[in-house]
């Protein structure tokens, strides 16, 4: 008796509760047509991570060893696969954890010369999330939003993974154009022929990714590009709907890992014009840090990795519904906010700091990290607990950033008192907890001058593309981290947390 012949055609994957349906490949990977809706791959789909979790609900997909590895029996039994290792063969039902999601953006109206009746478009391209919007470069009003998901994150969370997935031979320059075209497109319907200009940030991962210019020099020390410079485009280049006229730009970047996205945030945070010290902290995968005044500034990168947005923690998610977001002691009980008012299905980024700074103020946690009564689970918000190996993710995160900051004051011969603002820039900055952040040693400074600044990346590359040229600024200096002698001493000094009295 011969075998039935193979199903020609793709797979339907629908994907709950979204209810949408994707196509992929029978017998491939989902990943790429998972990641456009928001899946998460951090280890960009090697299967080590464990962050890729979706739960079958109709259909049916075989248990691998990298399955086994990550899911309970239990869990195993209740449909719970990796989407990185699915390779299905029939129609499937998923449920996924990422659900909505809010992306930052900024809708300051910023001054304009008035001189211009056309319209320009600005893009922040972060590693995780793209925000654009489209400006009336006469009122310097906002005319249009539009945000999306980084595509590469199919390639992994992080710059270092897109640059190990570039390295093995991916494409991840032709996904962003494809996808900020779209973005452009739209931004664009109703107005195409008055689009002047389209200006990108980004840091410099992303820069040279969608430029197509080399990353190898960014794969090993001193991560060092010789080509930060800012880069030009026509429509054609890109295959953009544009008119032939517009001027695509991608900003100059500052250095190593510090891209055009701190340069824009030097900006519009007001550091190059204050009279006093100021700061600005991104506290994304890289952890950038800029501080300085009218006189000069200084930036570095730190590799805080992912933490902050809940990458690489057991049971972390995006801020999306179903994550703890934000967590309160009453007594000594918590009492946790869940992003929708819906069950709690894991933590996202500014929950992780709450519930980590409330455990250390009631004595479940030790300054040292250790849980205190070594069962290695802090319970959070049912089902949802920290595992000992989230609280290390987490200092090792909050250790890089606060090593750096006191290295730059160093570098500057100052002190936090110096400091007349501190500026949280990015999505965690604006949502996380300023109380928490200092509970935990994530910030080193007086309450009253650290307050949350939005996207000052959007915001700054508005100021840019409204001003005659670049604004003038202050001598901009690279500090390279990983080359100071006393970085790693620094580093083990602010891994471990402030010590608290247990109330």
């Known amino acids: 008796m011969t075998a039935e012949p193979p199903i020609p055609g793709p797979v339907q994957v629908r994907l709950e509760p979204l209810a949408v349906e994707v196509e992929v490949p029978r017998g491939g990977s989902p990943v790429a047509a998972l990641a456009a809706h928001g899946v998460e791959f951090p280890c960009g789909g090697t299967g080590e991570c464990g962050g890729c979790g979706v739960r079958v609900l109709s259909g049916w997909l075989p248990v691998t060893e990298a399955d086994r590895s990550v899911f309970t029996?239990?869990?195993?039994?209740?449909?719970?696969?990796?989407?990185?290792q699915a390779r299905p063969e029939s129609p499937l039902?998923?449920?996924?954890?990422?659900?909505?999601?809010?992306?930052?953006?900024d809708a300051a109206v910023v001054p304009a010369n008035g001189k211009s009746k056309a319209n320009k478009i600005i893009i922040d391209l972060g590693t995780t999330t793209i925000a654009a919007q489209v400006v009336d470069t006469a009122t310097g009003g906002v005319l249009g939003v539009e945000t999306a998901l980084n595509p590469q994150a199919a390639s992994g969370s992080d710059v270092m993974s897109r640059i190990r997935a570039v390295l093995e031979g991916r494409d991840l320059t032709t996904p962003i154009r494809t996808v900020l075209g779209s973005l452009v497109a739209r931004l664009a319907d109703g107005r195409r022929d008055q689009i002047s200009e389209v200006l990108l940030?980004?840091?410099?991962?992303?820069?040279?990714?969608?430029?197509?210019?080399?990353?190898?020099?960014?794969?090993?020390?001193?991560?060092?590009?010789?080509?930060?410079?800012?880069?030009?485009?026509?429509?054609?280049?890109?295959?953009?709907d544009l008119p032939d006229a517009c001027t695509i730009r991608f900003a100059r970047c500052i250095g190593g890992f510090v891209?055009?996205?701190?340069?824009?945030?030097?900006?519009?945070?007001g550091i190059a014009q204050s009279e006093r010290l100021a700061a600005l902290v991104d506290l994304g995968t890289n952890g950038?840090?800029?501080?300085?005044?009218?006189?000069?500034?200084?930036?570095?990168?730190?590799?805080?990795?992912?933490?902050?947005?809940?990458?690489?923690?057991?049971?972390?998610?995006?801020?999306?519904?179903?994550?703890?977001?934000?967590?309160?002691?009453?007594?000594n009980e918590f009492r946790a906010t869940v992003i929708g008012d819906v069950a709690p299905r894991g933590i996202c980024g500014s929950g992780l700091v709450d519930a980590v700074a409330a455990c250390l103020r009631t004595g479940d946690l030790l300054a040292s990290g250790r849980i205190a009564d070594d069962t290695k689970l802090?319970?959070?918000?049912?089902?949802?607990?920290?595992?000992?190996?989230?609280?290390?993710?987490?200092?090792?995160?909050?250790?890089?950033?606060?090593?750096?900051?006191?290295?730059?004051?160093?570098?500057?011969g100052a002190s936090t008192r110096d400091l007349a603002s501190i500026h949280l820039a990015g999505a965690f900055g604006?949502?996380?907890?300023i109380e928490s952040a200092l509970g935990i040693g994530l910030i080193e400074a007086p309450h009253s001058v650290i307050h949350a600044a939005g996207n000052t990346a959007l915001r700054g590359a508005k100021m840019l593309l409204l001003a005659d040229g670049e604004p003038s600024l202050p001598?901009?200096?690279?500090?390279?981290?990983?080359?100071?002698?006393?970085?790693?001493?620094?580093?083990?000094?602010?891994?471990?947390?402030?010590?608290h009295r247990a109330s």
């Not at 039902?93 to 953006?105: F, K, N, S, T, Y």
């Not at 501080?291 to 049971?315: H, K, L, Q």
């Not at 609280?391 to 730059?408: C, D, S, V």
């Open 73 to 84: 029996a239990d869990q195993l039994a209740q449909g719970w696969r990796l989407a990185c």
């Open 378 to 412: 802090l319970p959070v918000a049912p089902p949802v607990v920290l595992y000992q190996s989230d609280i290390r993710e987490l200092q090792l995160a909050k250790g890089a950033i606060a090593a750096g900051f006191r290295l730059l004051l160093k570098h500057l």
């Open 430 to 433: 604006n949502y996380v907890q």
């Open 93 to 105: 039902v998923l449920e996924c954890g990422q659900w909505q999601m809010e992306i930052l953006a």
């Open 475 to 499: 001598h901009i200096e690279h500090v390279n981290l990983a080359a100071d002698p006393g970085f790693q001493e620094e580093f083990a000094d602010c891994m471990a947390f402030p010590a």
């Open 288 to 331: 950038e840090i800029a501080i300085g005044n009218r006189d000069g500034v200084v930036c570095a990168s730190t590799a805080a990795g992912p933490a902050f947005e809940a990458g690489a923690i057991r049971m972390g998610m995006r801020a999306v519904t179903g994550a703890v977001a934000y967590v309160a002691l009453d007594g």
């Open 259 to 269: 891209g055009s996205d701190i340069l824009a945030g030097i900006i519009a945070s």
């Open 201 to 240: 940030v980004g840091n410099t991962v992303m820069h040279h990714l969608f430029c197509g210019i080399d990353v190898e020099p960014l794969s090993h020390v001193p991560f060092a590009s010789p080509k930060l410079a800012e880069q030009r485009f026509t429509p054609r280049d890109l295959a953009w």
